[in-house]
């Protein structure tokens, strides 16, 4: 998970960074395969997008949690943590801000529509309050948590952000339709989804698909500053990030060219940061289907 909210002028931005589990998770076994029908929700997210959220059953209540493609477990608030029963590890987690310790507990018996999210995968427990605050400023909402791939790996994930509906389904439901453009992804070895993109003729690498960034996207700091200094990253503004471990300054810088294969995009403005990643701001613009059990995703331009 990273970036979250844009929720100011472009300068002095504050952007909420959820938090990066990547390599937090401590196993990859696979949670419960479901085979029953789809389950669809409405997407409930700020204008521009700033989270996907959908409810989470916890003991008979339900409760606001974000998808996070880009976190590579599951999160619980500490309001649950009376809940979680006796802590099982504790890992280093990069917060956005810094790394910073994150407890692990045995997942609790919890539910997204029909579908368990209960797995032999530990889940992560945080204090979200930063970032809570800052999604009820655009969206309203209280959020209490966090589904990472330890739980999206095993489904076919459809989100329309035109119609603002999400789908889980199981992997072939999609057959015959027309999802759009395929590109291969590969599956970190966090567990998180990564894509090639080209940003020049001699650059080409990989960004985490992160459906838990409501910016445009990121670049990671070195290649941001190598780009700026060849005249193909322009700084336009600063950022202030609200992030799991706190705040953290930033720049933003508008980059004059990303291609994912037939796809070009001239002047997406990203952010220096500790990764390269394209969040809401651009998926935003397809219909996305990520076919995680086979190693795919389709974008089909809205």
Sequence with gaps: MKRGIVCAARIGLIVVVLC???????????????????????????????VISVPVTFHGRDYAFI?????SLTVYDSFFKPHLGELVDTNTAN????????????APKARVGHLSLQSVTPVGCTDLSVVREAVRQVSG???????GMDFLR????????????????????GTGEDLGQRFDIDLHSEGVPTILAKLSKDIEVPFLLDTGDASTGDLEAELFERLRAEGAVEITGSARCATG?????????RLNRLALGPYR??????????????GLGYLARYSVTFDFPNSAVYLKPN
């Excluded at 076994?29 to 204008?47: C, D, H, L, N």
């Excluded at 489904?155 to 119609?163: G, M, N, S, T, Y």
């Design 265 to 278: 995009h001239d002047g997406l403005r990203l952010y220096k940061s500790h990764w390269n990643g394209l």
């Design 95 to 106: 917060m956005g801000a810094g790394k910073a310790s994150l407890p692990l507990y045995h």
């Design 141 to 147: 909402q209280e959020i209490y948590g966090i589904i």
């Design 20 to 50: 990066s589990v990547l390599g937090c998770a401590q196993g990859r076994k696979a949670a419960q395969r479901e085979t029953s029908a789809p389950v669809a929700f409405q997407i409930v997210y700020g204008e521009p997008p700033s």
């Design 245 to 253: 471990s706190g705040y953290r300054e930033t720049w933003e810088g």
């Design 67 to 71: 998808i996070d493609t880009g976190s």
């Design 154 to 173: 095993n489904h076919v994930l459809r989100i329309d952000f035109e119609k603002k509906t999400l789908c889980f389904s199981s992997p072939g439901s």
